[in-house]
């Protein structure tokens, strides 16, 4: 039995070989950077010492999940990372799906592609880039004000009063990310047969007919597996564009976990205590995929695993 096995995989890989060859160097760089630094999480459970090192760093149980549970910010840091994630959910998850289904509708191939291209542009440039123009725009100087003082409206200092923070943050995501995240979603709809459009048209179907009974169920399997992964990261949110904006001034709606971590963890070399709230993210980012994944296994059928 283990021969045959053994032959059966000595077949597979002289046939596929290239294909192989092509894979290795993603499976060598998740294993080196996704694999291997998993067993750097045990320091959640140890007094870390950068000089003793792992092995021989003092164990102190669940210590520093008691001190992340007592810390004052717990509850602002969980509040503003939740609110910046669902937020993102809501006003930028269906923004990618209406724009794939704007572009399927585009006849002219030419126009077709210089706007895609123009969509996927602001995804390439980088996170620095970003947020220095937002910084700009939104300046007592800026773009921004300088339309304000026309009409009539004081400048505002946007940078300065947590309230408008959420708003900067998630317009310039959704604003950066949209496009990008078309592109799974115009590759789902390439596999939609073109003969049930033609169906429908001689049954008398109108765009938006085709669009509610063939379109969206096709994307459907797509959508919800897109929702999936962005539920796995309800608790985590992109630091680098917060750090780059953010100041004490507004930690108040600002500062989220990761910012939290790179500040505690980082800066003030606390990295037992980092990494202990590193797993409390990732614990709860896999309870809400899991449920979510054995819910719509029960409805659909459509699954993660």
Wanted: no cysteine; net charge positive.
């Amino acid at each position: 039995m283990f021969f045959k096995k053994l032959k059966k995989y000595r077949v597979e890989l002289k046939t596929n070989m290239w294909l192989y060859l092509m894979f290795l160097p993603v499976f060598l760089w998740y294993v080196l950077f996704s694999y291997l630094p998993m067993g750097g999480m045990v320091i959640a459970f140890q007094k870390y010492d950068i000089v003793k090192g792992i092995l021989h760093s003092s164990w102190v149980g669940l210590r520093n999940f008691k001190i992340l549970f007592d810390d004052p910010y717990f509850f602002r840091l969980f509040r503003n990372t939740l609110l910046m994630n669902v937020y993102g959910i809501v006003f930028g998850f269906p923004l990618p799906i209406i724009l794939a289904i704007a572009f399927n509708e585009i006849r002219r191939k030419r126009f077709k592609k210089i706007t895609q291209t123009i969509s996927y542009l602001p995804y390439f440039i980088s996170s620095v880039v970003v947020m220095s123009m937002v910084i700009q725009f939104v300046s007592t100087t800026g773009l921004v004000n300088v339309f304000l003082n026309h009409l009539g409206i004081k400048s505002i200092f946007f940078l300065q009063e947590a309230k408008y923070f959420r708003t900067i943050f998630i317009s310039t995501g959704i604003w950066q990310g949209t496009g990008f995240g078309a592109i799974i979603y115009m590759a789902a709809l390439a596999g939609i047969s073109n003969d049930q459009y033609e169906a429908a048209t001689v049954d008398g179907a109108g765009k938006f007919q085709k669009m509610l009974y063939i379109t969206l169920p096709g994307l459907a399997p797509t959508i919800v597996i897109m929702l999936l992964i962005n539920l796995g990261s309800i608790l985590n949110v992109g630091h680098e564009r917060i750090i780059l904006l953010y100041n004490p001034s507004i930690y108040e709606t600002a500062d989220v976990f990761n910012s939290y971590i790179y500040r505690e963890g980082i800066l003030n070399r606390r990295y037992s205590y980092g990494q202990a709230m590193t797993i409390f993210q990732n614990v709860i980012g896999f309870a809400l995929v899991y449920t979510a994944n054995k819910i719509t296994r029960k409805l659909d059928g459509t699954t993660l695993w």
